[in-house]
């Protein structure tokens, strides 16, 4: 996802808006050839996007040239040579905002109060979002990344920096009170300064935490407390100024045994729920179970779209051009678990073939 989605960001675009809040929404290619469609289908989404705000009564002239000015600033920002899977743009009086997700989305323009989020929790849900803090004796960097790469945190005190240039260095030689880099007061102080820092990212922003540095500031580290449980140390320096991509390179290892051992733990889970009578398979159960606040695990295959319909209060399969179909009705039940408090993971397709790709385990 681009930019990475916090759960302070998330809440910031959750929050009413002056009407019309605009949401657009658009799956988007990779490679080309399928790639040059994807500026012409923005241009239609926002053409259609207009003509709603021109025939809409409830829209001032001066509201309507304001978000319509800011969906044209959109389009000028928007880089779609560099596109994943899906792109969000959101325009309100006075604001916009891109997001470019790894996850397949339908097309549609939404005009209302609020901006469409449920596309983006799924999107970010399934990109299983992480922390890595890269250690040296002078900096301390901090990286927000997914399933796909990583970028560096600039916030909440990070990067620390610091010189490593000793004042008198060779008075300290002479008398022998030179000590080595990692075995300093100043030293402690520094990773003490960032274990407190990070402390506080993860009490705000929980995920799973790699540590990367040298033996020795690993051993430091360890010394000043535990940083958070399940926290992976990866034993490899000179990364706490990136670049990126090693960073990423350097967790990944890590990445794939942890998503194992958690799709393992999911099929578990699951069919211990089967065998107590709490659990809900296929989308229409899950669906029933979600609104109804009784799902604490919900597991979805990545690849996982269908497209249904209300019909008597159960989902029915439907067709993309059938009245009252929803092809989003997976990124809503995600959206929704995550509200009651759910936890949601996402597992390869093929995991849940016999539970017909989603399912849940309830509370009771």
């Known amino acids: 996802m681009d930019p990475l989605l916090s759960n302070e960001a998330l809440g910031r675009l959750r929050q009413p808006r002056p009407y019309p809040a605009v949401s657009l929404v658009m799956p988007t290619h990779r490679r080309e050839p399928d790639n040059t469609q994807d500026p012409v289908r923005l241009r239609n989404l926002v053409a259609e996007a207009e003509k709603a705000l021109q025939s809409n009564p409830d829209v001032t002239r001066e509201r309507r040239l304001d978000v319509l000015d800011q969906l044209k600033q959109a389009l000028t920002e928007v880089d779609l040579v560099h596109a994943q899977d899906g792109l969000v743009i959101y325009a309100a009086p006075g604001e916009h905002h891109i997001w470019k997700v790894a996850r397949t989305l339908p097309e549609r323009v939404v005009v209302s109060d609020t901006f469409l989020t449920r596309n983006l ?17 002078d900096r301390v960097s901090l990286w927000s990344g997914e399933t796909e790469r990583a970028t560096e945190a600039t916030e909440d005190g990070f990067p620390l920096e ?63 407390g535990p940083l958070a449980a399940g926290a992976v140390t990866i034993q490899h320096g000179g990364l706490a100024a990136g670049p ?11 990445l794939t045994a942890r998503r194992a051992a958690t799709v393992s733990t999911v099929v578990a889970e699951l069919d211990a729920a089967r065998g107590q009578k709490q659990f809900a398979g296929g989308i229409d159960e899950v669906w029933q179970a979600v609104k109804q ?34 092809d989003d009705m997976v990124d809503e039940i995600v959206e929704h678990a995550l509200e009651t408090g759910a936890e949601v993971q996402f597992v390869p397709g093929g995991t849940l073939a016999d539970q017909r790709h989603i399912a849940a385990a309830l509370r009771y």
């Open 293 to 326: 606040g009784r799902v604490r695990l919900l597991a979805v295959e990545d690849d996982y779209r269908t497209v249904v319909r209300e019909e008597a209060d159960h989902l029915e399969p439907a067709s993309a051009g059938d009245a009252g179909a929803r």
């Open 162 to 224: 610091r010189s490593l240039e000793d004042p008198d260095p060779e008075r300290k030689e002479r008398v022998g009170d030179l000590p080595s880099t990692f075995q300093d007061e100043a030293t402690r102080q520094f990773l003490r300064d960032a274990h407190q820092r990070l402390r506080t990212v993860l009490a705000s922003e929980p995920r799973p935490l790699y540590v990367i540095g040298s033996a020795a500031a690993l051993a430091l580290l360890e010394e000043l």
């Open 244 to 254: 990126a991509a090693a960073v990423h390179e350097a967790v990944t290892p890590g």
């Open 121 to 137: 929790v799924a999107a970010r849900a399934a990109e299983q979002p992480y922390w890595a803090l890269a250690v040296a004796a």
